[in-house]
Nanobody, 117 residues
Framework: QVQLVESGGGLVQPGGSLRLSCAAS????????MGWHRQAPGKERELVAF???????NYGNSVKGRFTISRDNAKNTVYLQMNSLKPDDTAVYYC???????????WGQGTQVTVSS
């Protein structure tokens, strides 16, 4: 099993920026995917972005051009740089990790991001 610790959430004004971090530890294999989903009140959880251990990023349509995902494989850490934040970005952001060949993902506890003036 993999343990995930997220940090970096908080309150920011519209148009502002935040950077989320998620550090993984435990039973990690070299080939894996890490990423972020989010869930706003009353809405379904949606993909934000994910990145493979090879460095290939993918983004949900609602964040393309504003968010950037990156990772440091040596630290087993994934980052989400969020720019031009909108009130619609308000949600709990969940980090996940999935080892290659594993049918399930491990999830973090979530970090709140609130975009409000």
């Amino acid at each position: 099993q993999v343990q995930l610790v997220e940090s970096g959430g908080g309150l920011v004004q519209p148009g502002g920026s935040l950077r989320l971090s998620c550090a993984a530890s435990g039973s990690i294999v070299s080939i894996n995917t890490m990423g972020w989903h989010r869930q706003a009140p009353g809405k379904e959880r949606e993909l934000v972005a994910f990145i493979t251990s090879g460095g290939s990023p993918n983004y949900g349509n609602s964040v393309k051009g504003r968010f950037t995902i990156s990772r440091d494989n040596a630290k087993n850490t994934v980052y989400l740089q969020m720019n031009s934040l909108k009130p619609d970005d308000t949600a709990v952001y969940y980090c996940y990790h999935q080892n290659w060949g594993q049918a399930y993902a491990d999830w973090g506890q979530g970090t709140q991001v609130t975009v409000s003036s």
